[in-house]
Antibody
Framework: EVQLVESGGGLVQPGGSLRLSCAAS????????MNWVRQAPGKGLEWVSY????????FYADSVKGRFTISRDNAKNSLFLQVSSLRDEDAAVYYC???????????WGQGTLVTVSS | QSALTQPRSVSGSPGQSVTISCTGT?????????VSWYQQLPGKAPKLMIY???KRPSGVPDRFSGSKSANTASLTISGLQVEDEADYYC??????????FGTGTKVTVL
C-alpha cells in the first residue's frame, strides 16, 4: 500500500525541540521531492518546508526559517523535520506530503501532533 | 507568503451547485497554472481533488471541477451530495520552491 506515516510529535515546552519522522512505503521514495505542511488547531493549512529527492534543494516558509531543518534518508525511505526553538504558534498537526514536480501534493500522511506548552 | 483568500463558508442543498473562490496575486495564482484543491474531512488528512487548475485525479467524481481567471481560481461542486460536506483548501505554487494555501472554506449541505 502506498502510504506515509508520521511520528515523533508530542508535548514540548516553549523553546524546546522535537524530531518528526515520516516513513514512506509502497512507492520509490527516492524519486520524489517531499514537503511538510502543518495545521494549527482549528486553523488552515500552512506549507512549511520542501526538499528535493536528492536533498540538493531545500526551502522553508519564512515563519520557520532558521528554526526548522528538513532532511531525508532515501536508504531508509524516511523524511525528517527537526523543529527547534518552538513557539506557541508552532503547535499544530504536522503532515508530510509528496509533491509532483512542484505542482501539487498527491499523497499525505495522517499527521503527527505537536503541542507547545509549559 | 500571505494566505490565499477563500470565503469562510458556502452552503447548498443536495443537487445544487456551489462555487468556492480562491483569490491570490500575480505572484501565485495569477503567475502559475499550478493551482490545486484539497478536501479535508474532520480529523482526516487533506485529499487532492483538483490539480493544475482543472484536472481531476483518478477516483474523484466529475461533479468537481476547477477553473482560473487572472488571480482568482474557483472550485465548483455540481450536484452537491451529503458526503461533500467538508473543508476545502486551495493551494498555489508561489515560486522559488514555495507554496501558499487558501484560508479554507467549509461546505455545508443543507
Amino acid at each position: 500500500e502506498v502510504q506515509l506515516v508520521e511520528s515523533g510529535g508530542g508535548l514540548v515546552q516553549p523553546g524546546g525541540s522535537l524530531r518528526l519522522s515520516c516513513a514512506a512505503s509502497g512507492f520509490t521514495f527516492s524519486r520524489y521531492s517531499m514537503n511538510w505542511v502543518r495545521q494549527a488547531p482549528g486553523k488552515g493549512l500552512e506549507w512549511v518546508s520542501y526538499i528535493t529527492s536528492s536533498s540538493s534543494t531545500i526551502f522553508y516558509a519564512d515563519s520557520v526559517k532558521g528554526r526548522f531543518t528538513i532532511s531525508r534518508d532515501n536508504a531508509k525511505n524516511s523524511l525528517f523535520l527537526q523543529v527547534s526553538s518552538l513557539r506557541d504558534e508552532d503547535a499544530a498537526v504536522y503532515y508530510c506530503a509528496r509533491d509532483q514536480d512542484l505542482t501539487f501534493f498527491d499523497l499525505w500522511g495522517q499527521g503527527t501532533l505537536v503541542t507547545v506548552s509549559s | 507568503q500571505s494566505a490565499l483568500t477563500q470565503p469562510r463558508s458556502v452552503s447548498g442543498s443536495p443537487g445544487q451547485s456551489v462555487t468556492i473562490s480562491c483569490t491570490g496575486t500575480s505572484n501565485d495564482v495569477g503567475g502559475y497554472y499550478y493551482v490545486s484543491w484539497y478536501q479535508q474531512l474532520p480529523g482526516k488528512a487533506p485529499k487532492l481533488m483538483i490539480y493544475d487548475v482543472s484536472k481531476r485525479p483518478s477516483g474523484v467524481p466529475d461533479r468537481f471541477s476547477g477553473s482560473k481567471s487572472a488571480n482568482t481560481a474557483s472550485l465548483t461542486i455540481s450536484g452537491l451530495q451529503v458526503e461533500d460536506e467538508a473543508d476545502y483548501y486551495c493551494c498555489s505554487y508561489a515560486g522559488s520552491y514555495t507554496w501558499v494555501f487558501g484560508t479554507g472554506t467549509k461546505v455545508t449541505v443543507l
